[in-house]
């Protein structure tokens, strides 16, 4: 995995470098170099993180539970 597919599975999953370091009871400093190109990101990490993100892109979240603009309900 490169830092920027790294960074970019970070951001289809709405997570931070520290949040990912927390999830994975790591240093954040181990995922801010990761995201940097500093040192190796592990494969099961990888898989893990391409894993998520694919499954996040494919499911977005529900749209169409969110209320009608006030105008609307008025009517």
Do not use: N, Y
């Amino acid at each position: 995995m490169t830092p920027d597919r790294f960074r970019k599975c970070l951001d289809v999953l709405g997570w931070s470098q520290r949040g990912v370091a927390d999830t994975l009871g790591c240093a954040d400093s181990l995922t801010r170099g990761w995201a940097r190109g500093k040192g190796t990101i592990p494969a099961d990490v990888a898989a893990w993180l391409e894993d998520r993100a694919r499954h996040a892109e494919a499911t977005p979240p529900p749209q169409d539970w969110r209320r009608r603009p006030a105008l609307e309900r008025a009517a």
